[in-house]
């Protein structure tokens, strides 16, 4: 008997091998498309589906990339050829809220908003939020150690979680952690496997830290500087003034000429036409408006043309402008995200990189960053020739680019990614910034895990 | 050439065999003392003296236990027969302080409140807080993960690393992290080395978060209940109406006698003579006093006779009584600090749970709690006869009184040790908590760091 056969017999009706299924399971977020058909999907809806497929896959020594939504930007839950695609999607049950202990059980399939919503009416919320939070798995969320808007006042993903269920490349069970605010009993394999991009094991289930909502209103600067740099600087002025917005966003002159463009006269009303960046400042917490009012005099002493708003219609209305971001890209081609950060004093320093890169090499790169914590998104729009395949690869000028872009990032002290995973896309880079030794560990860490190389194969480390 | 006489000719003065050295670095603050004599104490002022060690180790495989300023609480730290104790306090240089990016570089051997006191003058400071703090070290600080004061509210010492230099077995370095707010570049062997005690490698430097100061005033409760359970129960109210203070500490009314004996009737003022628990709540931030009146409604309904005060000589005076609690037991014998962490509901369960134990053993276990955090130090005073050794071993019916208060933390979903670490007194209990696949699993790491089995063998698992 073969895989898919034995797949097949021990799993039923959620194995399945529908080429168009199997076509769509080839591809995230990030544009990427695996080469080859995959052997089939597994769509498991209990751990026992996981441990049975693990117990499959190292019986007949197949690959297993495991899949959430499908929302990844580093190409790290791609179908690839012959490997079963083990969805948890269907892992999606909220199995405890816990006020008391501000903590929430939930199943890896789990949408990160749905938690939320689950969690309002307790005054709670889960803080890890990934701009893709409406659609994506909590369990992707661990997975990749997913950021956000809010990592510099919240934390990223691993702050959130305490506890794991992971089933591990043998099919068997591994718990992680604890359900206490503190415990160092052994090594920290939940933070381990946090970020680990399934290629130690599979989370099937998190024990995640909830926290009280934050209270009182919420203040809202929209500030307009005559160039990048500038607005990047006026945002290192605001952590220097050890002032903590929860939100601090910046939209280079590119990108907002695109989003004003999107928008339309009315949305983008007050913003500049064109060579204006705008960085958006949100505060939160019982101060909000003495926080925001200091945020004011640092963002005009740094010659931004700021006006702060307290109605909620008003801040809406400023994160739609960042929000409006991506779509407004995606109408012009195919996008390639990126995602390096810097430490936040070398920001400007960053942008001017790009911008350097950008001009010699005649690429725009239209870039926004989540500034309070340094973590810069320049995009590259692929537009594609007519008749040219939508998903063809992400060509070799751009990849020069973007190669020039990480070592600036290096070169500033900064990382390859900072919330997107190394996944396919980046793993030519892993060397360049860990360096070997840490490389060679990281290595034989993985084959502790999973000795047969099972588990996602080529994602992080080069095959 | 013995290693001994290799370390001599290679390290010179910085390495000592005299008796009194070696036999005072056979212990720490546990009480606990390693059996036999080490080899050499190596003090180490700069990182090639660290590789230096190891190479030596390695080479002729001595054990090398590595060594801060001996404040550790599980015997995690003390030079075992015929290892080399490598002490890095001497790596005692700040090397960086950087505002901007809220991140300090710090050599292992730092003072956790050294760091503080050259923070101060910029606004920031370093929330990592055990009780130690004065005295310990941010090296130990990291290899413990230690806990404190602080964690429900500011987080445990693994959220504040940011990257760490680590010397590895065989001598080479290995540096992981980042100087960035986000960074999922490879796995995270910050946090596997963040609490590792010293079996993965020797943390010679370390990359942390610094933050703002919090901004406001702070206000105080004193908070006397009838029974302990009554504050347990107040405490986790507290966490229960969303009220999250900086500081939450709990003494049981046993512990509380020995604090008023100790403080005399003027430090102790306003206490319970007898049976009474007390509860201490700190509010911090903006919002501190809006925090404390409604922390006093909940604790007053909670049947606790409740006082608040803004003035900080009053705060001084209840945290006075707080600290009093262990030179209040040393007076008494020596002290066995345990360490479990149990849920926030449960605490008052736990607090029972341990009552019994001391009724039904006759063993008094004066009892203080991070209660925040759900995290209780139960203490067994041992009262040494005349003539007897003051570091004669713990006797086998505290041990038995402390297995079943261990069984019955992790019956309550809770863990063996909140901060202090798993060390050599509590590797007996490690499987119970973890479980077997994680036991083996955290085995095979450590020999991947670790192949020889040189570095602090015996501590975490058994040898």
Chains 1, 2 share one sequence.
Request: charged content about 20%; hydrophobic content about 45%; glycine content about 12%.
């Amino acid at each position: 008997m073969n895989a898919l056969l034995r797949l097949q017999s021990e799993l039923g009706a959620i194995v399945t091998v529908d080429p168009l299924d199997l076509a769509a399971n080839r591809t995230d977020k990030s544009g990427w498309v695996a080469g080859g058909t995959p052997l089939a999907i597994v769509r498991a809806t209990t751990v026992d589906h996981v441990q049975a497929t693990l117990r499959i896959a190292t019986e007949f020594r197949v690959p297993v990339v495991t899949r959430g939504a499908g929302t990844g930007l580093s190409g790290g839950a791609c179908g690839t050829d012959g490997s079963i695609v083990l969805s948890v999607a269907g892992l999606s049950r909220i199995i405890e809220i816990n006020p008391d202990d501000e903590l929430a059980v939930v199943e890896a399939g789990v949408i990160n908003q749905h938690l939320n919503d689950a969690l309002v009416d307790h005054n709670l919320w889960f803080a890890p939020d990934p701009a893709s939070k409406a659609i994506s798995t909590i369990g992707g969320n661990i997975a990749t150690n997913a950021g956000g808007l809010l990592c510099a006042k919240y934390g990223v993903t691993r702050e959130a979680v305490l506890g794991l269920s992971v089933v591990l490349a043998d099919g068997s069970l591994l718990r992680t952690g604890h359900r206490t605010v503190k415990g160092v009993t052994g090594y920290d394999l939940t933070a381990l496997l946090t970020g680990s991009e399934g290629t130690l094991g599979v989370i099937v289930e998190a024990t995640v830290r909830v926290r009280a909502l934050t209270p009182g209103t919420v203040a809202t600067i929209g500030a307009v500087f005559d160039t990048v740099t500038a607005a990047a600087r006026a945002s290192a002025a605001i952590t220097a003034a050890r002032i903590r917005p929860a939100v601090m966003e910046l939209i280079d002159p590119i990108a907002l000429g695109h989003v004003a463009t999107y928008l339309g006269p009315e949305g983008s009303a007050g913003l500049p036409l064109r060579g204006g960046a705008f960085l958006l400042v949100q505060t939160d917490g019982p101060a909000a408006l003495a926080e925001a009012e200091a945020a004011l005099i640092v963002l005009r002493a740094a010659g931004g043309e700021a006006t702060l708003s307290t109605d909620a219609a008003s801040g809406d209305r400023l994160l739609a402008i960042r929000r409006a971001m991506h779509p407004a890209l995606e109408q012009l081609g195919q996008v390639l995200i990126e995602d390096v950060s810097v430490p936040r004093s070398r920001m400007a320093e960053m942008f001017a990189a790009i911008a350097e890169i950008s001009a010699r090499t005649g690429i725009p790169i239209p870039t926004v960053a989540h500034a309070g914590d340094g973590n810069l998104h320049p995009n590259f729009v692929i537009a594609r020739r007519r008749g040219e395949a939508a998903d063809a690869p992400v060509p070799d000028n751009i990849w020069a680019a973007a190669d020039e872009m990480f070592r600036a990032a290096l070169a500033l002290g900064g990382t390859l990614t900072g919330e997107h995973g190394v996944g396919v896309l980046k793993r030519r880079w892993l060397r360049d910034e860990i360096g070997d030794t840490s490389l060679d560990l990281q290595r034989q860490l993985k084959a502790v895990f999973d000795p047969l190389g099972i588990l996602n194969p080529g994602i992080m480390f080069a095959a």
